[in-house]
Every structure is written in C-alpha cells, then in structure tokens.
C-alpha cells in the first residue's frame, strides 16, 4: 500500500500560510497500538524533498510524518517582509507544532531535521521549554550555528559569503545547487554567528548560554565530506551545548566504515544514506 503525501495549509495570517505535508503509515497499525509521529523539517536553500525519502522510509515502518516547509519555501507562502530563523523558529513551527498537539491530538513527537531545521528547532524549545515534554528525541542532520568558522579558508569564506550576499540582497539557488533562494536578511544570521562563534538572536537573547537546558536527546548525524556548512567540529561544538551525556554524535565517512564522505546534502537525501543511515537514525528513534 503506497501512502500519498497529502498538503495541509495552516495559516499563518488571512492570505499566507505555512505548507505542513502529511504522510501517513504504509502498513496498517494494530488497534491497541497508538501511531508515532515524526516531524521534520528542512534548512536553508530547502524545502521538503530533501525529507521526502526519508519520510517515506518512515512511512514504510509505521510512522506518520509531517513536514513543515518554512515560509518562502517549497509550497509555503512567498511572503516578501523581512524574516529570519528566529521567525522561523517561533513562528512558523509554533504554528505547526499548535496544529500537531492541539488539532490532530499528537501525544509526542520524535523530530527529524536537516541543516539549519535543527537550529531553528533548537530555538523554539529553548523560547517553548512546555513543548520539550512533548518531544522523545531529536535527531540533526547536518546542524551546527556557530563551529563553521574554525579554519581561516572556511572564515574567509563566511565574510565573502556575507558581503557578497548583502549586494546582491540574497543567495541564488543555482550558487549551491539547490532549489530555493535565500534572502540576505535570513543567512546575515547564521554569517554573524559563524563569524562570532556565538549564537545570538537579533534583539541580544544568548541562546548558546541557554541550550543546556533543552534535556531531548539529541542524535546528530554529520558527513565526513562536509567541510564548510556543517563541518565536524562545527556539529561536535553545537551538540556539546546541550551538555547533556545522553546525546551522541555519528560520523558519516569511509574512516568510519561508511561508502563515502558525505556531504552536507548527501548525508541527508541519497541512496547510500537511505541504505546505511536511516537505518541507524530508525535505531535511535525506537530506543528513546
């Protein structure tokens, strides 16, 4: 039995909305057993087909899933006021996370992300900590704020990144091979926390300082190849913020016993992840 995504449009004012895409189980759930829910959601240059296999391996092994695309993204509205992952982050997946608990009665949710997904993620549960009850475990692909400046090619990178960005007033998707654009008002945040190696939101809130307190386990899984967006120690830096002994780091590369070095992208949407590394994400989510 194939499973259809099905498209929920939840509002996020009288003429926009976010898109929250629905995959149901592909197997049917036994009457005694209540259904677990997996949210997801991408991360910049993004929209929900770098989730879409692994939602559907999910779906294949009993799981619903949700995917919420941010605003500006994939079949989210094109909204042309200023936002940033902040708005994101306790805005958009407020809103998801209201219609999940409220309107469809989710108990709990295991939550699955990708690149900057994981930061936003990250700052609605330190802004909501009454959601983190609700949470089982976390799992980031690709997820690091503030560890990608570590070497001088990677910080001169960032900076030409930014100012590069700032004349032209956003990113092109065809630069970094993605779908979607990106604006220079969303990436001036994840520049200036590279740059500074801190984490602070735009009106001064430390949410670095802060990420201890979020206790969701978290499995972060990085690729061996990511060398600037999400490097290994950028992931390693942004998981020991959490200091919590429960969480675990995965490398993905030949070293490692993995087929390839992965990339930023290929650790999250290919069929070599897809044969080695859901499996293993499969793992953490049915132990917590």
């Known amino acids: 039995m194939k499973s259809e995504f099905k498209l929920i449009k939840i509002p996020i004012d009288q003429e926009n909305h976010i898109a929250l895409w629905q995959l149901n189980p592909t197997q049917s759930i036994p009457d005694n057993l209540p259904t677990t829910d997996i949210f997801l959601t991408h991360g910049t240059f993004s929209n929900r087909k770098v989730l879409s296999a692994m939602a559907a391996f999910l779906a294949d092994k009993g799981f619903r899933c949700w995917i919420m695309e941010w605003r500006n993204h994939g079949s ?59 949470i089982k475990s976390m799992i980031f692909f690709g997820c690091q704020a503030f560890g990608a400046g570590t070497t001088l090619k990677n910080k001169l990178s960032i900076r030409i990144g930014k100012y590069g960005s700032k004349m032209l007033g956003f990113i092109p998707a065809s630069m970094v091979g993605s779908p979607e654009n990106e604006s220079y008002g969303l990436m001036k945040q994840w520049f200036d926390w590279n740059i500074s190696q801190e984490f602070i939101g735009e009106e001064g809130f430390d949410y670095k300082k802060e990420m201890q307190k979020v206790k969701v386990p978290v499995f972060s899984i990085c690729g061996g190849g990511d060398h600037f967006i999400a490097p290994v120690e950028g992931c390693q830096k942004f998981l020991s913020a959490f200091e919590n002994p429960k969480n675990k780091l995965l490398i993905c590369s030949k070293e490692n016993g993995f087929r390839e070095n992965y990339n930023h992208s290929r650790v999250m949407h290919s069929k070599n992840a897809s044969q080695e590394i859901y499996p293993l994400a499969l793992n953490w989510i049915e132990s917590c």
């Open 76 to 134: 989210s509205s094109r909204i042309k006021s200023h936002f940033n992952f902040e708005t994101i982050a306790l805005k958009d997946i407020h809103l998801a996370f209201n219609y999940l608990f409220e309107e469809q009665q989710v108990k709990q949710l295991h939550c699955i992300t990708h690149s900057g997904g994981g930061i936003c993620l990250t700052m609605f549960l330190i802004k909501n900590p009454q959601f983190c009850d609700k």
